[in-house]
Structures are given as C-alpha cells and as structure tokens.
C-alpha cells in the first residue's frame, strides 16, 4: 500500500521530465486470408498506451518518445493475438502490412459455455469464475477456464461475486448473491465476445471492480464485423444440439449499424440423467452515429432457459447408481419428467449514449430489466418423502440401526433401489387420489419464484489530460423490486393444497383462504426493495519507466422487506414492511508497475475494500419473517499482489504471487438437524467468520517454431477458514408464544472451532503441460495434459459447535465426546487428486469470400473418474448420532459430492458470409 500511497508524489514529479526526441511507429494490419483491413485492431506498444487501426485504412501510428527494444501486441475481435519484437532507434519505423489469422479457437468460448452452466443453474454449488475469463488472452487465465474449470476450479478460489461483470457499463450482478445471472445472455456468443477484462486488482476504464476482475461486454453494432453467420454444434454436455445464427450491417452511410442474433439449444437429456435442457436466445442492437462525437446504442435482450436440475449424492449410491445418476426424475407417461427444474426469462433493455472527443469519452446509459426465475420441487405433507435416495430407502438406514444391523432389511432396500432408482410419478397421484384424504393433496408439485423489476442507470468518463495522464470516472444508480412467493404448478390429481405447515399446524397465510389450488401463491410471499447508489474516480499514468493508478470507490446500499403473508408463527414480523437496511461502503486500491525494459516489468497492486453483505445472507428467514441477521455487519476485504511478466520474442508469461483475506462474512444457512439442543429444520447464521487466501500463478508461452507452441500452467493455492465464528440457529417452527423466551426461537450456539479448516472452493493445486500445432493451411490441433488436486468437502459448522457434545435426551455431553475423538470423527474429508487430458482441434477454409470453419473438442478423453466438489450434511448434529451413523463405514448421511463429467465431446460448424 505504501507503493500506492506514493503514486500521487510520482504523478506530480513526472511533469518536470524533460522532452525525448520522438519516433512514429507506422504499420497496416489486414486479414491473412482475405487480405482485407482489418478495422478498429488495438495496437499496443509495451509502455505505452494503445491505439486502434483506422476504421476504413486499417492504418496505425504509434508515437514514442524513446529508442529501445520493445514487443508490439496487435489484437482484434475473431483474430489470434499477433505479438513480434521491434527495435525503434531515432528514426520513424514503417512496419509495413501485418497481416492477422482468424481464431477458430474462438469456438472455445462456446465450448465454455457448455461446461459450465450446469454449476452455474444448480444452487448447491457455488458459481464458477471460468465464464468471466473468457476475454483474457492471459495463457493463465485460458487454461483456468477451458481446462480447469470443468473439475470447479476457481482463480484464487474466489467465487465469481467477487468480479464485476457489465453490459455496456452497466452492472449486472445480481442483488441476492453477488453473483452474474450468465443465461440472461447465454446463447448469444456471436456477439457477446467484444469483451474488455481486467484480471485481479488491474485498473478498469469501467468500474472500481472486483478484485477478481471486471468485464466490459460491448454491443455496439458498430464494432461487430459485418456479415452473416451461421453456426450449428451437436455435444453430449449440458445440450445435444444448437443452431445460432447472427447478421451484423455494418455501418450505413447514415451513420446506422444493426445486429440481430438468435439461437436455440436442446436436449432430452445432458451427460447427467434426466437432465433436460430448452433455451432460446434472441438479440437485437441498433446504434445511429450522429456525428464523429455522439453515437446512440439501443439493446435487447431476451433468452429463456429451463433446465432440469441434478443432485450431489452419497458414495453409497455413487456405488449403487454410477455418476451419472440424477435422483430427480422419473418416468411420467413414458416421458422423462424432472421434479426439479430450473426456469429463467429475464428480457432486458438497454439504451446507451456514447461522446467521443479525442481527450474525453462519456458512456451514458440506462437499462431495464424484467421477468421471472422460477425453481420446481415435489412438496410432500404428512406424507413420505418421494426422493428415491431418502435414507430410510438405502441399505445403509438397516445397517446403521440403533437396534443392531439388520441384513436382511439392507439387501430388500437394495434391491428395491435397485429395481426403482428414479422418482416414482405415478404412486404420486395415486396418494392424492385416496378418498380419505377427501381431495386435499399430500403431493404438491409447485416453484419457488421470483418476479424482479430492476432499472439501473450509470455515467462513466474518461478523460486523458496528455498521452501520459489520465483520470477515469463514474457513477451508478439501480433499484430492485422483487416480489417472491411459491406458487402452485399441479396438484398431481388432488382438488387442493391445505396451505399449513405440517410441523406446527399453524396457517402460513392468515388472511387468505387455506385452500389453495393451482395458480395460488402459497407458503409465504414478501417483497424486496432495494437500491444502491456508487461512484468511483481512479488516477492513472503511463510512463515509459513505470505505470501507476489510484482508485478510489464510495457504494450507498439499503435493503427493505415487506411481508405479504401474515404467518401464524411470527404474528409480529412476518407482516408489513420492516425496517430499511442501510450500509455504506467504500474501496480503495492501487498498483505501481516499473518496467525493467520494454520485455520484462514487475507490478504491484493492493486494495482494501468493504462490501455491504448480498440480499440473502441479511435477513435470517425472508420468507416468514423480517428479522434480520443481529449485528449484520459489512465484510472487509484486503489484498495485494505482486506479479513479473515476460514478453520475449519466442517466450512469453507471468508469475504472480498474492494475499487476500475476507472479514466479518455472514452467512446463513438452512437444513434439518438433530442437535444436541433439539431437532428441527433451522436457519444457521454465521457471524464473524474470516476467510484466508494465498498462493501462486504461473503461466508460460514458448513458441518452438512457426507451427508449434508449448504451455505450461501451475496454480498452488492455500484456502482456509481463518478465524472460528459465532453461530446461531433459528428453530423453523417455533411458535408466537416462544417469542418471550427467545426472538422467535434464535438459540446462540457460541463458537464453531473451524479455523484452519479447508475450504470447499475446487482445487487448490493445479497443473497443466499444453502444446498446440498449426498447420499452414489453416489446420490445427492441441492437447493439455491437467493434473488437480487439494479439493476438499465444504464443512458443517454445527458440528463444530460445543451443542455437537451435548447428549439430547440428557442435555449433558457424551461421556466418550472427548476432543480427541470429536476431532477423529469430524476430519475433513480431501477429494482424490486426478488427471484430465483434452484435446481440440479445427480447420477453416475461404471459399468464394466465405469463411467455414470446423472445431472440435474432446474433454476427459480417458474418462477419468473424479469428484468435483461435495460437503458434509449436518443431519447429525451430535457427536452420539454421528458416531453411530459411522460404526458400518457407510453412513446413512455421508458427505454428498459431485462428480465431473466422464469423456465428452463438442462440435461445432460455422459459416460466415
């Protein structure tokens, strides 16, 4: 921090340098193919600022006020990164035509995307990072997102809430968790890939960012190549089959350019089972250039995505079922029907204003954004759980008795499993049916929804005193309205659902009718207000010896909910609107780079920031009540890193090496537990909890000749929770009269001994050896070899608590709960390391100025078995119970965990016109 505080001292001396003799760089850049300009191509001369190519010439100039060796980097949308060596003594250099490839690699985007929606729609798992790196020509980042990110891998294991994704500038993470909703644009790769990202703590032109990074997706049809392009890809991941087809008119004498994309994505059925898959994309932009300064940007948005959801499992039905088995589904009418799907339509609209004057550049814009996520479940009352993994279903529920094992009863559950793994659609309606229960459901199939209408409104600047001084600047503006409820899809053949919950016998709905039927809202019904207002303002120079910026980040937050039920069981705070919620926050963060030469710099960037906590960590149960986490406080985030890049001729890469540490996170938690201080389905809020990550990056380039290309990638890593923090459970159905001995039902559980453990973030180790040939007749192919390891189950924190002791029945601890066992039985279970091999490859042609191209991937190719992520149930919340559950060595509630997908392929064809 010290480095950052001086750059203001350093910007201030650098007026009193003395005038250089200057040098122009000059060059033309065109298509290796087609020979054609290759318009709005950023040049970048190391030390120096970027520059684009003419829009019409496809020329460059680049003024430097020294000699010296240097590596210019020449880069445009669709083509491969051109960077060669130059030498600049006192005379102008004319470089002559530098002609650019096409990047069939750019299919790999696509390819990404595949991979990695699943964790991204499932809510057990927290969302990957590798959809943000997609715009890094980084070898680090590359590899972390097309390689590593199918096992979960995460940049630094941070989750993807900590980097800023925009749309034209304006935000689009999402309120509740932080995090990017990827399927508002899934689909729509054509023209979604005109991207600026800046990894880590690097500066943005945008935003104060996040300290993973920040995207910049721009829609300007303007900068779109003009053309048609049409793509088809067939794959056995997450979809079997897309088509996508994208027009872009390039822009009219009149000054207006326009881009129209659409596409459609299927499948019966995903690598996992019973895993539907139905999304449909549709884009359109409209920009009119009013003159040379002002340019007028509209966008739409619209894509609607069902998904059919997969479940984490037990090893002992791994055993039983294989890794593809998916619990959620089952035959309806000889027709695959998932009970646990995934709906999102969120149409957005978007209009921008752009003002170019050379020295100042203004982005005004103001986007609307509107629709419905919506989750399906089976809810059962007073009835058996349909789920066929239900532990009372399994052989290990006999073997794990309290009463002594029963084998007989393990081998019948067996093979009944075995006979019936998948839900049973039918016994559903036939228990509604039954004329003793007069009509009234004990199987509900219904979905928990959210409507949300967020308008955002953001002005960014940047505004360049010299070629050396510069200050970036901006402000946004948003408001969420959400209304969120569960809502009735079918009632599987009854005549109605009795709106009570069956633990308490009291009314969820008070005011309303009990009887509900499809279409009702049910269970609860609330409403969220929230706004945030931000500003930021960042410092930067570029010097031909050093670079440096200071940014500075003020954010305004408040949260509000109104109940829309009143719930019997929280007569006073389930009703009405409760108190606003304010947070104010602030950020900053700097870097000095100094620039050994114009081949080898060494940078150093450091940032301390507050962030308010997201939606669903503040209040502890939304859905009954407006009780808010006590003492909610906002997390404190400090970082720094240091980093040395290399840019040679033939060898290029980075090293970076980097400390971050999050304090005072909340979080909040729900599940069913048989503690030592009662049994019932809780809310779990923790308080006070630390985070600690550190470790190393490396990444390197060597080109070994023309047509080859070697890589190597290593990522070490050490994760861990860092301080033990304090816990409390929310009993679910605590009555109104429990409110005088305890705030509905809170009991404080004091400390959870944690720190040190591990966290659940993907590997912490990784490895990756590539190499890459390409033909010179446009055909190429690569291989990575990927090895990952030091993954570990997410932990249960109740366990971790003192009530973990505490016998139930006696309220006393255990007499064998000695430390030395506790500690045996709770040890956090490590993943496997394991190897993954993938290869890719393509060819592309021109024909009679067309261009076709084919791609195509192979992951896993040996069909590697492997454990993604997984975590502990906190069902035995007590050391007798556990201890129990554990004597046969296969629990009945064992850690669940995911597994990767086995040997899979991608195809992709593409034509453009």
């Known amino acids: 921090m010290k480095n950052a505080l001086a750059i203001p001292f350093l910007l201030l001396n650098s007026f009193c340098v003395f005038p250089q003799q200057q040098q122009k760089l000059i060059g033309i850049v065109k298509d290796l193919a087609s020979k054609e300009m290759v318009r709005l191509a950023k040049v970048k001369v190391t030390g120096f600022a970027p520059v684009r190519t003419n829009s019409s010439t496809g020329q460059f100039q680049i003024t430097l006020n020294r000699s010296g060796n240097y590596i210019l980097t020449i880069s445009a949308q669709d083509y491969i990164t051109k960077s060669m060596p130059i030498t600049v003594q006192n005379t102008d250099l004319n470089l002559g035509i530098i002609y650019l490839e096409r990047d069939v690699l750019q299919e790999k985007t696509d390819n990404l995307i595949t991979l990695t929606e699943t964790e991204l729609l499932e809510d057990e798992s927290v969302s990957m990072t590798s959809g943000m790196l997609q715009a890094s020509r980084d070898i680090f980042l590359n590899r972390a997102a097309f390689d590593f990110g199918q096992a979960f891998f995460r940049v630094r294991g941070y989750g993807s809430e900590n980097g800023s994704i925009l749309l034209n500038g304006i935000p689009m993470n999402k309120l509740v968790d932080g995090r990017p909703q990827w399927n508002n644009w899934g689909g729509l790769n054509d023209v979604t890939r005109n991207q600026v990202f800046t990894h880590g703590l690097q500066p943005s032109n945008y935003a104060f960012g996040g300290i993973l990074g920040t995207t910049n997706i721009i829609t300007r049809p303007s900068l779109f190549r003009k053309g048609l392009r049409l793509s088809t890809s067939a794959s056995n991941r997450t979809y079997a089959g897309r088509i996508m087809a994208t027009y872009s008119s390039g822009v009219s004498k009149k000054g207006i350019a326009y881009s129209v994309s659409s596409s459609k994505r299927w499948a019966k059925e995903g690598y996992i089972d019973g895993s539907l898959y139905d999304a449909y994309s549709f884009f359109g932009a409209l920009e009119f250039q009013l003159n040379p300064k002002h340019s007028i940007n509209l966008t739409t948005l619209w894509t609607s995505n069902r998904r059919g959801r997969s479940s984490a499992i037990t090893q002992e039905v791994y055993e039983l079922q294989g890794k593809r088995y998916n619990p959620y589904w089952g035959y309806q009418n000889d027709k695959i029907r998932n009970a646990r799907e995934r709906k999102i339509q969120e149409p957005l609209v978007m209009l921008n204003h752009y003002y170019n004057a050379g020295k100042l550049q203004l982005n005004t814009g103001v986007s609307y954004q509107f629709g419905n996520t919506a989750k399906s479940r089976l809810g ?222 060494i940078s150093l960037n450091g940032a301390y920031l507050t962030k308010p906590p997201v939606y669903q960590n503040v209040y502890i149960n939304p859905r009954e009540n407006n009780l808010v986490v006590p003492n909610i406080q906002s997390e404190k985030i400090s970082t720094t890193d240091i980093n040395y890049h290399l840019r040679l001729a033939d060898l290029k890469g980075r090293v970076t090496g980097y400390y971050t540490r999050f304090q005072n996170t909340t979080d909040v938690n729900f599940f069913f537990v048989d503690a030592g201080v009662g049994s019932d389905f809780v809310q779990e809020v923790l308080t006070q909890l630390d985070k600690l990550h550190l470790g190393m990056e490396l990444g390197l380039e060597y080109q070994l000749s023309s047509a080859v290309k070697l890589s190597f990638v290593a990522a070490v890593g050490k994760y861990l929770y860092a301080s033990d923090p304090l816990v409390s459970i929310n009993f679910d159905t605590a009555g109104a009269e429990e409110e005088v001995i305890a705030p509905e039902g809170t009991i404080d559980l004091g400390v959870a001994k944690i720190k040190d453990n591990k966290l659940a973030q993907g590997p912490q180790k990784a490895f990756s050896i590539g190499t890459e040939y390409r033909a010179p007749n446009y055909w190429w192919l690569g291989a990575t070899a990927n090895y990952m390891g030091n993954n570990y189950a997410g932990i249960s924190t109740i366990t971790r608590t003192q009530s973990f002791y505490l016998n139930p029945e006696t309220g006393l601890p255990f007499p064998d709960a000695t430390d030395e066992n506790v500690e045996k039985l709770l040890a956090q279970k490590q993943l496997d390391d394991f190897y993954l091999l993938n290869l890719i490859g393509g060819k592309s042609w021109l024909k009679n100025g067309r261009y076709i191209s084919v791609f195509a991937s192979v992951n896993n190719l040996f069909d590697a078995v492997f454990r993604t992520g997984g975590y502990e149930q906190s069902r035995n919340g007590n050391f007798g119970q556990l201890q129990q559950d554990n004597l046969s060595g296969t629990p009945s509630f064992a850690p669940k965990y995911w597994y990767g997908y086995g040997r899979t392929y991608f195809i992709n064809f593409a034509i453009s016109f």
């Open 380 to 601: 059962y009352y007073n009835a058996p759980n349909p789920d066929p993994t239900y532990y009372r279903y399994l052989p290990s529920f006999y073997i794990n008795s309290p009463i002594g094992a029963n084998f007989i009863g393990a081998n019948m559950a067996k093979t009944a499993f075995l006979d019936n793994p998948q839900l049973d659609w039918e016994s559903l309606y036939t228990a509604n049916s039954n004329t003793m229960t007069q009509g009234r459901a004990a199987y509900v199939y219904y979905s928990d929804n959210s409507d949300d209408k967020q308008l955002s409104a953001v002005s960014t600047g940047n505004f360049s005193f010299n070629d050396r001084l510069r200050i970036d600047f901006g402000s946004h503006y948003l408001q969420l309205d959400s209304d969120n409820y569960a809502e009735i899809e079918d009632l599987l053949g009854a005549e109605y659902h009795a709106d009570i919950d069956p633990f308490s016998n009291t009314q969820n709905d008070m005011d309303g009718n009990i009887e509900k039927v499809a279409g009702d809202k049910f269970g609860y019904y609330y409403h969220t207000g929230a706004k945030v207002f931000n500003a930021f303002v960042q410092w930067g120079a570029n010097y031909p010896k050093w670079e440096g910026f200071l940014t500075f980040d003020y954010t305004s937050t408040n949260y509000r909910r109104n109940g829309l039920f009143r719930n019997q069981r929280y007569l006073n705070t389930s009703y009405g609107q409760g108190g606003k919620i304010q947070f104010s926050n602030f950020g900053l963060k700097s870097g000095y780079t100094h620039k050994l030469n114009g081949r080898h710099w």
